[in-house]
């Protein structure tokens, strides 16, 4: 079996997690070494940018609470997944993000404008910048994976130093399309990474109802691809498997698949009610374990840390979010039309007496309100 665990450190196990050998340490001890290979400026840079990634996640619930936006699916507990992954990537490389990889997004270089006005309903939030290898927000589970293997593929046969980073979740494996991507990566080699973020449940459905693999990391090995199961709690841990999965990629090793051991804290969405499947001490015993709470206490630790910059951190991150909703909210009303005019490349009939009626009843509803 070409499946092995990474982490930086080990420690005691979960209670009542999977038969598996892997294991979560839970806070940072206070004689964990600096870790090689990886400067301190970019250690302090996966701390900010986990702040960063949650505090706009904490904004956008609150926001969608107030009406301000749609119907939202929190990171909360995923950002070392997100950030450390992304920061391993150069600028060439792409992504391809799920409906809840914002903070991967916004690491990649998507402006928080542009989710914002995403969750608002916009579809100008789908625009991403020019020069951004970023592909828009799948919502269906598991239909980037293919995208990101024809990616690569594209990448291997013109000849271009480009890696594809596609993140899923585990109900993503149950999928056709996870098999596909997977099976096609293997033949030719391509020079992608399949970052699973295994917050142990899909929706309500948790993970021992989704496959009976023992881990997500082994069904690597029947598409002959490196699998690797790391902590998705340990930013250090992350980052230097999806680093190591990088180079090779671009030695022409092929592809990896990494699965990341996490937990959402929150609900599936902002329509979900997370208590009707799972327990309040399971998701307290994981935030016991939180990601930004673990990588502060290293950086307290080894000197680079400490509350003025903590202080000055929060605020200029607020503002920057503060600034972000607010260009959102002065954004032109959205054109009703569009719910029509980009369905087909000709309006069917149907969609166009739909449109029409659409019109009438909004004007009526103007007229009334004048």
């Known amino acids: 079996m070409r499946v092995r665990t990474a982490s930086a450190r080990f420690g005691p196990p979960l209670e009542g997690m999977m038969n598996v050998s892997y294991v979560i340490h839970p806070v940072a001890a206070a004689d964990e070494p600096k870790p090689t290979g990886i400067d301190d400026a970019l250690l302090v840079r996966m701390y900010e940018q986990m702040v960063w990634v949650r505090q706009f996640d904490r904004r956008l619930v609150a926001l969608q609470r107030s009406g ?69 927000i799948c919502v269906p589970i598991a239909t980037q994976l293919p995208h990101a293997a024809g990616v690569a593929w594209a990448a291997q046969l013109r000849g271009l130093d480009e890696v594809a980073l596609a993140f899923f979740g585990d109900g993503a494996t149950s999928e ?67 680093k190591d999965a ?72 607020n503002q920057e979010i503060v600034s972000a909703i607010r260009a959102m909210e002065a954004a032109p009303p959205p054109n009703p039309d569009d719910l029509f005019e980009h369905v087909y490349k000709e309006l069917t009939p149907q969609l166009r007496r739909q449109r029409d009626e659409l019109r009438r009843r909004l004007a009526e509803r103007e007229e009334a309100n004048a």
Not at 279 to 299: G, Y
């Open 176 to 242: 056709g399309d996870f098999h596909e991507a997977l099976n096609f990566a293997g033949v030719f080699r391509l020079p992608v990474i399949f970052l699973c973020e295994n917050n142990q449940y899909a929706i309500s459905v948790p993970y021992t109802r989704q496959t009976a693999s023992e881990t997500i990391a082994q069904k690597a090995e029947a598409y002959g691809v490196e699998g690797i199961r790391v902590d998705g709690g340990d930013a250090i841990a992350v980052y230097k498997a999806v």
């Open 68 to 136: 301000r936006i749609g119907t939202y699916p929190p990171v909360e507990g995923h950002e070392a997944c997100q950030v450390a992954s992304t920061l391993a990537l150069r600028k060439q490389d792409w992504v391809f993000p799920t409906y809840r990889d914002t903070g991967a997004m916004l690491v990649h270089g998507v402006p928080m404008e542009q989710l914002l006005l995403y969750w608002n309903g916009r579809p100008e939030g789908l625009y991403i910048p020019e020069g951004v290898k970023v592909f828009p």
């Open 246 to 317: 990088l180079e090779k990629a671009r030695q022409g090793g092929g592809a990896t698949l990494i699965e990341a051991l996490t937990y959402r804290y929150g609900p599936h969405t902002t329509s979900d009610d997370p208590s009707k499947y799972r327990s309040q001490e399971e998701a307290e015993a994981w935030r016991e374990r939180d990601a930004i709470v673990r990588h502060r206490r290293r950086l307290e630790n080894w000197g680079l840390w400490d509350d003025a910059q903590q202080k000055a951190l929060e605020e200029r991150v």
